[in-house]
């Protein structure tokens, strides 16, 4: 892959869903996106249950913001090409889902340095699941939002691959595709943990830059509930 040119990481509860997030993601990318080629990694998304209409609905406004080429990929699955379609992207996408399921296949293939090196060296997407599997205090969430369930279908104890953020991530604070994370919610939910909870709606995004993670700001057009946090 290219030489590191410090992190360009967009880390979203539900997409590219709004004006103010898109133009954040093209702010990152070096070229037009019609002249750029997108990655999407489903890992997370084929392993939850559930209807995956959202799924299809997501694929299709990616594809409307005209992308010169979109491959789709599974790291659960990984083929001896892997590496290379990782270095012919220009931006990695990595959708939802369940976030235990998509750090377990990282940890499992030995993909942390390859998701790392992406994180450097091109604009990185997350959605919901996408923007978690960045924090250190990942496995943490089990206990904290009760996810016993979500984590067991792994098959093995819940890790954190990519501990790049102190920060957790919670996705889909209220209003929002679950309306039932509302500010009481999520509030008796960080009363429980030790460390910084950053509830995001739908609306935003969690936007991470410098070489070392050394700029971590919110950009969007709703809310993000900072608790547990020295600087709220």
Known sequence: MAGPRGRRMLLTANGICNDTLLHTLTSLVDRPLAESRLMVVLTATLGSDGDKRWLID?????????????DLVD??????????RFEA?????????????????IERNGLAPMFEQVSREKVYVGQSAGSMI???????GVAVFGDAGEAAVTGSAPTAPLPL?????KPHLAPSVMPERTEAWARERAAS?????WFVD???????????????????????????????
Request: no cysteine.
């Open 193 to 197: 943990a030790a460390y910084p909870i």
């Open 89 to 105: 992207a220009d931006v990695v996408y990595v959708q939802g889902g369940n976030q235990y399921v998509l750090a377990a296949a």
């Open 165 to 169: 953020l102190d920060v957790y991530l």
């Open 75 to 84: 790291v659960a699955a990984p083929t001896p090409d892997l590496s290379d």
């Open 202 to 232: 739908d609306s935003s995004a969690v936007l991470v830059t410098g070489a070392d993670a050394s700029v971590v700001t919110t950009v969007g057009e709703g809310r993000v509930l900072k608790l547990n946090d020295l600087n709220p």
């Open 58 to 70: 997501s694929l299709a406004h990616l594809a409307g913001l005209g992308w010169t080429s979109i």
């Open 134 to 140: 960045w924090s250190r205090h990942l496995a943490d």
